[in-house]
């Protein structure tokens, strides 16, 4: 119960967030990005700032000393001569911004609260275009964040024609999103191919949960790539997309680590699940702050880096208890695979917190996830090997245990399955039961000894499946008793069925050193199968069969 309770709190999560980037993906559509072509110059002025009055040049990046929410302008004088189709490209973080061409606003990205919801500003890039008309006039670049770390930050600003700002972004940031995109697409393979494997009953679920945590943490990657833009028009959903996959790919990382873990401790399951359910708890809190504008994803981010840090302390201790403890091989396994990735992260949350690099995800995490990803793919491999191996081991003796071993045809426990199968199903009617008996056994073991007893039930059950294999199914259920169930059929078949068993086991009969002489009776199931049961459908058939045994008896 409580193991499919997390497996339904997993999917809603992923649920909630998938709902609600696709409402925004079809509401908000907007924002279309058109690039030209020429390559990156220098603006022929620095950049200013009002400083108490004074204009004081400033070298860019720079973060200035302003109140959350205030504005933070800076200005410049364009060239008296533009570049064709030239644009500026202003890098924003969690700020809105306003450009000025004098005092004519020429654009304006992050103000509406409708288009941008739960105040998800993001880092973007923004492109501004200047037309021939505004050469040698003043610009001025309005910044405001709401947030402390972001108020005062400017941003390089680079100024070119629209391709060649785009083919700036594309030199420094292109092989990174590439790579992503790698990631993306195998997170998605595997999701398919757990997929596959669970139809063939192989579960897996190992795969499907790191399937799930490799598309989520690719989504948050592609969003940090800061080319994610380029290919979806609608900016706002750009942010929400990183910054929800952020705070969902922790959740089926702890189902895989829990299932990969194969904890034996108690204590070691509850305090998972407790990991669990706090950081789907946290991600669906933070989600309706974020969306009622209560506190937003950016002012959660503490939050959630003090949650994953708890989670990852956790899990590592009680895996080194589980290894300790109870010598565990798989969680000694996993843990050495993802202290690799524990200490990736660590790295990135030292990086994000401590440096200049807090503006973007660096190349920890992906290494840390590739090398991860490499051996989840190799262990998981050798596990569906030694499944598969099992499964071949456990089909085979499966089908020996319905096998006879001196005929090699079916035995009494696959009979009795069959039967019983009839029974329950109410629908099926117009079967035959036939019994047959193998003649004078002893004799031909105790005169010719086991050799030819064996030969003899062999031949026997031959010449009985020759006849009556292609209507229905043959079986040896004891030492010199053999039966035929044939579903579907009629009394008129039967009867010229048992006269061709009749000239088969003659024929036969001719070729062989000792008598091979088979009685036989049947039983028929009427309209009133329901009526009936197992012991009279036999009792009826095994009754005809020593009549006929008399018969042949008495011929001989």
């Known amino acids: 119960m409580k193991q499919n309770l997390k497996i339904y709190v997993n999917y809603l999560c992923m649920i909630i967030g998938f709902i609600l980037l696709a409402t925004l993906a ?25 400083m108490d009055g004074t204009e004081v040049e400033i070298d860019l990046p720079i973060t200035l000393s302003i109140a ?46 409708i288009t941008f919801p739960g105040k998800a500003l993001g880092s973007i890039w923004n492109l501004v275009e200047l037309s021939d008309a ?43 999103f590439i790579f992503d995109i790698f990631l993306l697409s195998f997170g998605i393979f595997l999701l398919i191919l757990s997929a596959s494997l669970k139809r063939r009953n ?13 598309i989520l943490f690719s989504l948050w990657l592609l969003g940090e790539s800061r080319m994610l833009q380029f290919f979806i028009s609608n900016l706002s959903l750009v942010t929400l997309t990183y910054l929800m ?59 959630h880096h003090l949650t994953l840090a708890f989670g990852i302390i956790s899990l590592i201790i009680i895996s080194l208890y589980e290894a300790i403890k109870f ?36 190349g920890y995490l992906r290494i840390g996830y590739l090398i991860v990803t490499l051996i989840i793919c190799f262990e998981s491999v050798s596990k569906i090997e030694k499944v598969s191996s099992q499964k071949k081991e456990q089909l085979y003796y499966q089908r020996l245990a319905y096998i006879d071993l001196v005929t090699l045809g079916k035995n009494r426990n696959a009979y009795m399955e069959e039967l ?66 044939l579903r579907d059929t009629n009394p008129p078949l039967i009867e010229t069925l048992i006269l061709d068993f009749r000239q088969s086991i ?30 009279d459908l036999y009792d009826f058939a095994d009754k005809n069969m020593y009549l006929d045994k008399e018969k042949l008896k008495a011929r001989a």
Request: hydrophobic letters at 40%; a negative charge; proline letters at 3%.
């Open 68 to 113: 959350p929410s205030e504005d933070c302008v800076v200005h410049n004088t364009l060239p008296s001569t533009l570049v064709n189709d030239a644009s500026l490209l202003i890098r924003t973080s969690h700020q809105s911004i306003r450009v000025y061409i004098e005092d004519e606003l020429i654009y304006e990205r992050g103000i509406d609260p």
């Open 506 to 535: 003659a024929a036969m009969d001719a070729s062989k050193n000792y008598p091979l002489e088979i009685a036989l009776g049947y039983s028929f199931t009427s309209d009133h199968l329901n009526e009936k049961n197992y012991l």
């Open 245 to 303: 996959a952020l705070w969902l790919f922790p959740i089926p990382f702890v189902l895989f680590f829990e299932q990969a873990c194969n904890f034996h401790s108690t204590i070691c399951k509850k305090v998972v699940h407790t990991i669990f359910y706090i950081l789907s708890f946290d991600f669906i809190v933070c989600t309706l702050m974020h969306f009622l504008n209560i506190y937003t994803y950016s002012q959660s981010l503490w939050i």
């Open 420 to 485: 019983n199968e009839i029974y329950k199903n109410k629908k099926e009617k117009n079967t035959a039961l036939i019994l047959f008996d193998l003649n004078d056994l002893k004799e031909i073991n105790d005169s010719l000894g086991h050799l030819a007893g064996d030969d003899a039930i062999k031949s026997a059950f031959d010449c009985i499946h020759s006849v009556f294999g292609n209507f229905g199914t043959c079986y040896r259920i004891g030492g010199d008793e053999f039966a035929c169930i």
């Open 134 to 176: 505004y050469a040698g006039k003043n610009i001025s670049i309005v910044l405001n964040s709401p947030y402390k770390n972001y108020a005062g930050l400017v941003r390089e600003i680079s100024y070119a024609s629209c391709m060649g700002n785009f083919l700036s972004i594309f030199k420094e940031h292109g092989t990174v």
């Open 327 to 362: 010598r565990s091989k798989d969680t000694l396994k996993i843990l050495r695979t993802l202290a690799i990735f524990f200490f990736f992260s660590g790295m990135e949350i030292l990086e994000y917190n401590l440096t200049a690099s807090r503006f973007v995800v660096t």
């Open 26 to 50: 079809i509401k908000y559509m907007n924002f279309p990005l058109s690039l030209s072509t020429d390559s990156i110059v220098s603006l022929e002025t620095p950049w200013t700032f009002d």
């Open 202 to 214: 192989y579960e897996i679920d190992t795969l499907l949960y790191f399937s799930e945590f490799s």
